[in-house]
């Protein structure tokens, strides 16, 4: 599976982005996908998780104002972000696990200013 992330930019705190992530070369309908981060200094984390049932899981950090989405007939997951905040700038990934692998988009960079 190919990842292609995109969206990201600079925005204000406490207003809005929308990230994307497309997938190519297999369906992700029924596997995991999630939105993580990294920023410099710190370890890769998790943002936002959706497994295939469709139960989500969210970093303490962001519950509330990120929203994890996932179009099954376009073969994309999202990731709302609401109300950002100055922490939450890094360069965030998506990836998905399938037939036993890891999959991650290339990153797209998200800037928060106060």
């Known amino acids: 599976v190919q990842l292609q992330a995109s969206g990201g930019g600079l925005v204000q705190a406490g207003g809005s982005l929308r990230l994307s992530c497309a997938a190519s070369?297999?369906?992700?309908?029924?596997?995991?996908v999630g939105w993580y981060r990294q920023s410099p200094g710190n370890q890769r984390e998790l943002v936002a998780r959706m497994y295939g049932t469709g139960s989500t899981d969210y970093a303490d950090s962001v519950k509330g104002r990120f929203t994890i989405s996932r179009d099954n007939a376009k073969n994309t997951v999202d990731l709302r972000m609401n109300s950002p905040k100055p922490d939450d700038t890094a360069v965030y990934y998506c990836?998905?696990?399938?037939?036993?692998?890891?999959?991650w988009g290339q990153g797209t960079q998200v800037t928060v200013s106060s």
């Open positions: 070369g297999s369906p992700i309908r029924g596997s995991p």
């Open positions: 990836n998905t696990f399938k037939y036993g692998r890891n999959s």
